[in-house]
């Protein structure tokens, strides 16, 4: 657990602190909890969840998961019904700042006590109303074997030039060796996060290290981004994938090409370690998405958007029911061993938590251990976040097929962010 604990406290959250406005409801016999998911992937593990803690208590727990990319719309669809989500999730500052009117103050909750640092704390004016649940990594989940095959080791690819090296060989032997170099880089809304958020993270993180930028700017420059296509092209050039069919390609898709062995290099996170099982434990390599700015010292994505918020117009006792649970969540043997386990698999920033046994958070804590900086989240700082990433994942298919040259995604990530600040700042 100290291993797993000294990645969370190397990982130096940015955000800052918001606040919130409380207005109680009625009171009923027994509080209820709605929780709206965040997570489609661990959807059946919070429902099993659910179910655990309805048999043990008695009080109901009903979580619903919302599509991927939707997250924000159904809440505002959900918060305002008669049944609204008593449990949330916001992904920082910028969340809590749309939603604040619904969130609690939850300073002297038994949730907040088990946290192991007050960073995983969100806060305003010493009231805290969010907190962190899970931090995670993401990087290019790499199949050690099938680079073996195709002459190379993982030790091979210390940074972008390395990589390009590697991917492009491979592509160019693609029929001989029976894989390619990456999976399909899809644009439908189940995987197209993985680069309007995760992968634009990258120029936004080098761009406000470098600016020490620290609060949401109204203006984002670019300056990164012709590293930022850089990468791109190398994911949708070295691919079995044509780069014109890349809106239909799914999240599924570049999963079961991982796992049937058809490509070296995956996209991911911390989270696909259950998916990423298939090829074998031994068999898993976990590499930074070298951007060629400080490749050196690069390490993985690292960070947290997850934060769990109560809503502070449910009723009282579905308020005190909420919080029993979250308390449960962070502290029981069912609670912390869920959270750690499945699809889930989870680092929690609780005193209580359980490290999963997820061999890309070890590759993680080795890469601090040898000296790497871990690429802080910055994309929690978007504004206006599904209607800028919808802008970017439209620019790149429009690139992608060659209908546009890169100036239309440099337009829709700097333009576009000017646009969605002003428009949510009026």
Known sequence: MKKAFSFALCLLLMFGLLAGCARGGGESEQGKVYYLNFKPEANDDWQKLAAAYTAETGVEVKVVTAASGEYEKTLGVEIDKDAAPTL???NGPVG???????ALDISDADIVKELISEDFALKLDGKVYGVAFAYEAYGLITNKKLLQEAGYAIEDITDFTSLKQVAEDIHSRAAELGFDAFTSSGLD???SWRFSGHLTNLPLYYEFTENNVNTQPATIKGTYLDNFKAVWDLYIQNSATDPKTLTSKTGSDAVAEFQSGKAVFYQNGTWEYANALSVGK???????????VDDRSQGLCAGTENYWVVNSQASEADRKATLDFLKWLATSEKGTTAMSSGEMSFVCPFKQAKKPDNLLYDIVDE??????QSVKWMFPYTPNTDAWRAEVVSALAAYSAGEQDFEVVRKAIVDGWATQYQASHT
Do not use: H, M, R
Not at 96 to 102: E, F, I, T, V
Not at 282 to 289: A, D, S
Not at 367 to 372: E, M, P, T, V, Y
């Open 96 to 102: 809590l700042s749309a939603w604040k009117d619904y």
């Open 367 to 372: 890469l601090i251990a040898d000296g790497k």
């Open 88 to 90: 949330f999730q916001v």
């Open 282 to 292: 031994e068999n898993i390599g976990y590499l930074p998405i070298y951007f060629g």
């Open 189 to 191: 809304g189940s995987s």
